[in-house]
């Protein structure tokens, strides 16, 4: 069964940091680019960043470029979000997935990041 | 790129038909055939419906079908259930590995 587990979410001073990481199984991880994506509460869904298999190749949302830090571990089968510099306007669910229109997607159940003082 | 824009809500009746439109630019909708649409219920991830604009995955039920002309994409949810209430998002490919989802649609059945 393909399966995406995010963690490391929770409650974080304005200007703190936090690192997110997402455990994949059940298919070949390091054959597929991923993405994060997040939702701020009773809002859309708003793509973040992408990574390629190899990790040569990453981009950003103009929202987080600069503060937040995608990376992968192909070998832990693994993916990462180290956010810095959070504002309020960070706090959300964030999903990783697969890339969003592929035929196939896989995306985790979330973890809810709370930016507040 | 902007949020691609969706109607805040959508109603009708059980067994009726509805339209969801989803309306983006000639550099993300109207440039690849590379549109998705997600379900997804309160407190829930979301659920893939369509892929590449018209296309179902296994297991989504044939009421859901999807078209697009120009830089407009559109869902079509027919024979309306209670369990299609939910909130529905369009996502498009944005070109240099970059994605945009559009701002969601409610769906009410009445």
């Known amino acids: 069964e393909v399966q995406l587990v995010e963690s490391g979410g929770g409650l974080v001073r304005p200007g703190g940091s936090l690192r997110l990481s997402c455990a994949a199984s059940g298919f070949t991880f390091s054959g597929y680019s991923m993405n994060w994506v997040r939702q701020a509460p009773g809002k859309g869904l708003e793509w973040l960043s992408y990574?390629?298999?190899?990790?040569?190749?990453?981009y950003y949302a103009d929202s987080v470029k600069g503060r937040f830090t995608i990376s992968r571990d192909n070998v832990k089968n693994s993916l990462y979000l180290q956010m810095n510099s959070l504002r309020d306007e960070d706090t959300a669910m964030y999903y990783c997935?697969?890339?969003?229109?592929?035929?196939?997607?896989?995306w985790g159940q979330g973890t809810l990041v709370t930016v507040s003082s | 790129h902007s949020a691609l824009t969706q109607p805040a809500s959508v109603s009708g009746s059980p067994g009726q038909s509805i339209t969801i439109s989803c309306s983006g630019t000639?550099?993300?909708?109207?440039?690849?055939?590379?549109v998705s649409w997600y379900q997804q219920h309160p407190g829930k991830a979301p659920k893939h419906m369509i892929y590449?604009?018209?296309k179902r995955p296994s297991g989504v039920s044939n009421r859901f079908s999807g078209s697009k002309s120009g830089n407009t994409a559109s869902l079509t949810i027919s024979g309306l259930q209670p369990e299609d209430e939910a909130d529905y998002y369009c996502?498009?490919?944005?070109?240099?590995?970059?994605?945009?989802f559009g701002g969601g649609t409610k769906v009410t059945v009445l």
């Open positions: 997935a697969t890339n969003p229109t592929l035929a196939v997607v896989a």
């Open positions: 590449e604009g018209t």
């Open positions: 996502c498009s490919y944005a070109g240099s590995n970059t994605w945009v």
């Open positions: 000639s550099t993300d909708v109207g440039n690849y055939n590379l």
């Open positions: 990574i390629s298999i190899s990790s040569t190749s990453i």
